[in-house]
T-cell receptor
Framework: RKEVEQDPGPFNVPEGATVAFNCTYS??????FFWYRQDCRKEPKLLMS???SGNEDGRFTAQLNRASQYISLLIRDSKLSDSATYLC???????????FGAGTRLFVKA | EAQVTQNPRYLITVTGKKLTVTCSQN?????MSWYRQDPGLGLRQIYY???????DKGDVPEGYKVSRKEKRNFPLILESPSPNQTSLYFC????????????FGPGTRLTVL
């Protein structure tokens, strides 16, 4: 079993739709979690951190449930420019070892 | 401009021919890391370095070496490349253990024939 698992998708949604991605992790030593965005085999870039209390940044909301070892990302009012691969990332206690999920592909269509 | 650079960006080589992929960052970051990305597997960490002369294995270190003689540079060495090392490689850096964001280089696409 992978340490960080994501639904690979692809998710095909129309502009304006709300879409939710899920991620589960198996190693409770993972301390911190993040969502990264990757465009077409370019370098990943940080989208947002994930906290138990939730984290909202404009149209994006991320949530961590430590009891269920579950992470979510919600995108509201999808834009064409949101089309990308979204990577769920866990960082181990100590801040050095990093585990990436395989990514979820999103296509937003006009 | 703050950035992570990698060279070469593209490389086609043959089995057994030693190669080095360079990585350099100009942000005075303590932490650097190498990843490989393969379809369906996502990014997997090869090696990471917490500071100069301090390195440790990630999830897939076999067949790779690294060194950290200077803070800004973290080269990835393939002593005897094999076809299963054909992949997209990313170098990344971060300010320190408590810093959140990793900054990635543009990637190196390696093909081993």
């Amino acid at each position: 079993r992978k340490e960080v698992e994501q639904d690979p998708g692809p998710f095909n949604v129309p502009e304006g739709a709300t879409v939710a991605f899920n991620c589960t992790y198996s190693n409770s030593a993972s301390q911190s979690f993040f969502w990264y965005r990757q465009d077409c085999r370019k370098e990943p870039k940080l989208l947002m951190s994930v906290y138990s209390s939730g984290n909202e940044d404009g149209r994006f909301t991320a949530q961590l449930n430590r009891a269920s070892q579950y992470i979510s990302l919600l995108i509201r009012d999808s834009k064409l420019s949101d089309s990308a691969t979204y990577l769920c990332v866990g960082v181990y206690t100590g801040g050095f070892k990093t585990i990436f999920g395989a990514g979820t592909r999103l296509f937003v269509k006009a | 401009e703050a950035q992570v650079t990698q060279n070469p960006r593209y490389l086609i080589t043959v089995t057994g021919k030693k190669l080095t992929v360079t990585c350099s960052q100009n942000m005075n970051h303590e932490y650097m890391s190498w990843y490989r990305q393969d379809p369906g597997l996502g990014l997997r960490q090869i090696y990471y370095s917490m500071n100069v002369e301090v390195t440790d294995k990630g999830d897939v270190p076999e067949g790779y070496k690294v060194s950290r003689k200077e803070k800004r540079n973290f080269p990835l060495i393939l002593e005897s490349p094999s076809p299963n090392q054909t992949s997209l490689y990313f170098c990344a850096s971060r300010g320190g253990a408590t810093m959140i964001e990793q900054f990635f280089g543009p990637g190196t696409r390696l093909t081993v024939l």
